[in-house]
Every structure is written in structure tokens, then in C-alpha cells.
């Protein structure tokens, strides 16, 4: 049976827009989005994925203001090829491709709600494909394309109204699709059972600056190896820059894994340093209340038609502060390029080994 997107010429392959070209049950396709000011005291996080060979189609929004953190998530089934972004309270309206784009929370009364409007300062930027493999399985082969900007409208949380102001707020995002673990997973077998994890390290810093953005994206094997490479610069009109292989030092808080500062350096084409200096403020784990690897929720995971969820997370619990060592962290990050003054996320994973580091298991910490 067709659906409304096949009036459209926009097919890839020799389906209905209904289906997708592979029958992997880890498809996704998901729209990620920060917001925060310029203290970096409040960082709202919010995303909404369709999950179309399982039939599902979720959304979050969580919020951190201080030592609490207050979530809204909804899940719904996703049928019929429906063309709104829409499950829930939560929605994603595509005002301008690449441009602009809304983005509403009615959830006040479960004590966040927001109708903001996203506007990019620089061109969208296409990242490198991103390829994992367990023995010999793909378990990730995902596209993203991400970029910078501001945010304009209103933010309400527990009880507290907020004027976003484009001149103080602003942001990243980025739209994925592809393959990548959801809460549908494998059964275990050999793979699993003779291939033990032993860490994972990711740095995914994407920075707005008055003349251009810059996004580096590094992922690593516990011994070091470097299995995944981006450093770019991209300018207003369009034009990207390489800036070949980047290599950071990473300043964590003793007896822990929380990333205080970093210097990343680069060059561009001329050989010239391309330095940056990062000072991370407020932060999310996103396993907590975003349903990444979250243990209470994941992406994708059926709960039943029109559910809708809300927690506040006391984030000064052990339980709680416990989950952050073992998923991936969302920073605001303070930066210079060279002295120049920005804003972006500074997004971190360091999970067991990494030899680099110093690292040696899973509950290695800085000295």
C-alpha cells in the first residue's frame, strides 16, 4: 500500500517510502537539538526518532538546571508512513531545510514545556560516515550532518518561565540515519561472548565562532587506534576547510572521568596551528532521562500506544551521579580558536580502557 511521501519523486530504491532499504531492526532516523545561555546553567537537550522496522516513533526533552534534571519522553507507533514529527507532547516542524526549524514541548504541567525556534548561523556540514563493526557484524553504519546556531521563543521548567534570547541562547544539532544499537537488540552469541567489551572513547566537539564553525569528531580503540577522524571549518558562505588530524589533551577532574578542560590542536592547509582551548560549565549524561543506553528508557524500546513519561533526577544522588562514567556526556563548552572567543558542546565518552589516557579498565579515574 502506498503512503502520502510516495507522491513525491524523492525514492532512493525500489520501495514504498513505507520501508527502508535494509530490514536491519536497529534502522533510525532522528533529529538531536541543544539550547542553553551563556552561563551554561540551563542546558535543555531534545530529540525525535522514528524507528520505522520496529513500528515505533519516539521523542524526549530533558532539561538540567543545578543538581536537578527534569525529563519528559513519549513513544507511540509509527505506521501508515505518517509525515508529521509529531508523538506525544513533543514535535518537530521543519519550517526551512537546513535553516529553521521549531521545535514544541506541551508538557508544562510535567514541568517542562517550550515553543523555541532554531535558526543555523553556518551552513549544515556533512560528517565523515560512521562505520563500527563487532567481529563481523556492523553494528553501526549511520550518515549525520550537524550544525550551529541560536535560539529564539520560550522555555518553561518546574514552575520557572525563561525568555530565549537569539542574542544569549544558542546551540547544536544534527539529523542521523542509518544503523545504530537501540533497545530492539541481537540476541547474544559468539560474537558477543568472544568479543568482551573493553571501552569506548568519543570526542564530538561541534563550536560556533563569529566567522565559522568547527567540528571534530575522534574515536578511538582502547589501544588508541583511531577509527573515526573529522576536523573541518566551515565559513559563512559555504566554503569548508580541513584541518588534517587533531590531536587533544584532556585536563579530567581528579578521581573522576569528568573532562574540566581540553586543547585541541590542529593546522590548516598553510601548516599553521589551529589551536583550541575548551573550558566545559553545565552538562547532561545521556543516560539519564534521553534514552541513550538510559536504564530507565531507551530509543526505539515499545511501550505501548500514547505513552508519556516524566522523572526528576536529583542528580546529587549516587545512584544517579554513578550512571555518568558508563555513557556519553554533553558539555557546554566556553572556547577559543587562536583567541577567538565561541560557544558549542564539548560531548565526551571515556568507557573502560584507553591506553592513552591512562585508563585501564572500567573503573579506572584521573589521578
Known sequence: MPVPLDEFPIHQVPLSMRHVATSDRNFFDRWYFNAHDRSGGVFLITGLGVY????????????????????????????????????????????????????????????????????GSFPCVDEAR?????????????????????????????????????????????????????????????????????????????????????????????????????????????????????????????????????????RDRQRKPVTVEVETLGSVALNTGAGYNDPDWKHGQWMGRSWVDSRAYDLTDPAIAARGPFGVVDHVARVTCNGAPGWGMFEHATIGRHDPTGMTDFTSVAP
Open 52 to 119: 520505522k522496522n520496529v513500528g515505533v516513533i519516539d521523542a524526549f526533552a530533558t532539561v538540567r538546571v543545578g543538581d536537578r534534571q527534569f525529563t519528559v519522553r513519549s513513544s507511540d507507533a509509527y505506521e501508515n508512513g505518517m509525515l508529521d514529527a509529531v508523538v506525544g507532547p513533543l514535535r518537530v516542524e521543519v519550517i526551512e531545510p537546513l535553516q529553521k526549524i521549531r521545535v514544541v514541548c506541551d508538557a508544562a504541567d510535567r514541568g517542562i514545556g517550550f515553543d523555541l525556534t532554531w535558526e
Open 130 to 266: 560512521h562505520l563500527v563493526h563487532l567481529g563481523p557484524r556492523v553494528i553501526m553504519d549511520s550518515w549525520r550532518y550537524a550544525q550551529v546556531g541560536s535560539w529564539a521563543g520560550t522555555l518553561h521548567v518546574d514552575g520557572t518561565d525563561m525568555t530565549v534570547d537569539p542574542s544569549v541562547w544558542m546551540g547544536t544539532r544534527d539529523r542521523a540515519w542509518g544503523i545504530r544499537p537501540t533497545a530492539e537488540a541481537e540476541p547474544h552469541g559468539r560474537v558477543h561472548a568472544e568479543t568482551p567489551p573493553e571501552g569506548f572513547w568519543w570526542v564530538y566537539v561541534p563550536l560556533r565562532f563569529d566567522d565559522f564553525m568547527l567540528m571534530v569528531i575522534i574515536q578511538e580503540d582502547p589501544d588508541g587506534n583511531r577509527t573515526l577522524n573529522e576536523a573541518t571549518r566551515v565559513f559563512a558562505d559555504g566554503r569548508h576547510e580541513q584541518l588534517g588530524w587533531p590531536e587533544i589533551d584532556i585536563t579530567y577532574r581528579s578521581g573522576t572521568r569528568h573532562p574540566e578542560r581540553a586543547v585541541i590542536h590542529m
